[in-house]
Structure formats: structure tokens, C-alpha cells
């Protein structure tokens, strides 16, 4: 099956600064791509998704990066803010699946 | 407006004691999925619902158990609960493929 692997497992970045979270695929055949933010105690809210007939997507301070031959995707957080701090996973999905395979997930701090 | 909605959002229950959460929605979604997430971990696929086609994951253990009476409503029954079971509980909805929306979650306590 899918198996997804996530870096790093704990970033911590000045406010203003950029973060970026990588993720490795195992399943050349999967296509959908989704990052989720969960805040603590909250539930997992996406931010951002792609497919893979595009190499990237943005939305104002967040965007995803796909490699498709190298099998890994990222998340770019820039100008970041204290309320970005969360746990961040990302996710594959095969075509025709409903199942989606996370990360283990990434913990951001913004240091104000 | 909520838009998946679970009960209760915090459960505590005695081991081995049958216990039920549920959830609910109002996006008319046909997919429905039960998640498991322990503390510091990635959710978790349990089962999802296509419509009333129930669809078990393989290493989901027997003591889970669903149920969809309708398009809005999904059950997770947990038989005989054990001190292993105790996580955040997360149900979510999709109209096919598309984005999941989760519900907040109900922590489950077993004693």
C-alpha cells in the first residue's frame, strides 16, 4: 500500500520568516495531494490540495509543490504568523480510492 | 453552521462497556468516514460509507462496528472498549473524491 513519509517531524521559525514541509510518496500511481491543518484540540481543516496534472497551487501565503517523477510534494508557508502554529499533515490518495494515507505530521511553532 | 457535527464531544465509558458516538451532516455528502487519532499521530481509516456500502479497512479490529440508517447520520460502535481504544474519534464527509471535511472529534476516556 500507499506509505507516506513527512519532514520534518518538529519546525520552529521566526515570525515573518518562511516554513516548508516536505513530503515522500510510495505509490507512483497516486494523484491527490492534500495538506491539513489541525490546531491543538481542533479538527483537521485542509488548506490546500493539488492533483497531479499541475506542478503547484498557491492561495496568498500557503503553496504546494508537486514532483511527480521524484515521487514528493511540499507545503511553503511565507510570512508566517503566530497563528500558523499548528500540526500540519499531508496526504495521498491513489485514483478511485476514497482512503487517504497521511504523514505522521509536522509541528510548527512561529516564534513571535 | 456546523457542518459535521459529533456527540457527545467527550465520552468516557468503563472498560469492556459497549459505547456509540455519532455523527452527523448537513452537506448532503455521500461519503462518510470514521477515523481513529491518538494523541501526536495522524488520523487514522477505520471504514468509510459510499452511499450504504460499507467499506472496512483491513487492520480495523472487530470491535469497531458502523452504521449509516441515512445520508445523514453515521454511527461507530466500539464493543467491548479496551485502554488501548482511548483516542480522539474523528468522522468526516466527502461528495465523492473531493476535499474531506472533518467533524470536531468526541475523546474517548475508557477507565
Known amino acids: 500500500g500507499e506509505n507516506v513519509e513527512q519532514h520534518p517531524s518538529t519546525l520552529s521559525v521566526q515570525e515573518g520568516d518562511s516554513a516548508v514541509i516536505k513530503c515522500t510518496y510510495s505509490?507512483?500511481?497516486?494523484?491527490?495531494f492534500p495538506w491539513y491543518k489541525q490546531e491543538l484540540g481542533k479538527r483537521p481543516q485542509l488548506i490546500i490540495d493539488?492533483?497531479?496534472?499541475?506542478g503547484e497551487k498557491k492561495d496568498q501565503r500557503i503553496a504546494v509543490t508537486l514532483n511527480k517523477t521524484a515521487k514528493h510534494f511540499s507545503l511553503h508557508i511565507t510570512e508566517t504568523q503566530p497563528e500558523d502554529s499548528a500540526v500540519y499533515f499531508c496526504?495521498?490518495?491513489?485514483?478511485?480510492?476514497?482512503?487517504?494515507?497521511f504523514g505522521k505530521g509536522t509541528k510548527l511553532s512561529v516564534i513571535p | 453552521d456546523a457542518m459535521v457535527i459529533q456527540n457527545p464531544r467527550y465520552q468516557v465509558t468503563q472498560f469492556g462497556k459497549p459505547v456509540t458516538l455519532s455523527c452527523s451532516q448537513t452537506?448532503?455528502?455521500?461519503?462518510m468516514y470514521w477515523y481513529q487519532q491518538k494523541s501526536s499521530q495522524a488520523p487514522k481509516l477505520l471504514f468509510h460509507?459510499?452511499?450504504?456500502?460499507?467499506?472496512n479497512e483491513a487492520d480495523t479490529p472487530d470491535n469497531f462496528q458502523s452504521r449509516r440508517p441515512n445520508t445523514s447520520f453515521c454511527f461507530l460502535d466500539i464493543r467491548s472498549p479496551g485502554l488501548g481504544d482511548a483516542a480522539m474519534y474523528l468522522c468526516?464527509?466527502?461528495?465523492?473524491?473531493?476535499?474531506?471535511?472533518f467533524g470536531p472529534g468526541t475523546r474517548l476516556t475508557v477507565t
Open positions: 468526516a464527509t466527502s461528495a465523492g473524491r473531493a476535499e474531506q471535511y
Open positions: 505509490d507512483s500511481a497516486s494523484n491527490y
Open positions: 493539488i492533483r497531479s496534472n499541475v
Open positions: 496526504a495521498a490518495s491513489r485514483p478511485g480510492s476514497y482512503q487517504l494515507t
Open positions: 452537506l448532503n455528502h455521500n461519503v
Open positions: 460509507y459510499y452511499d450504504k456500502d460499507f467499506n
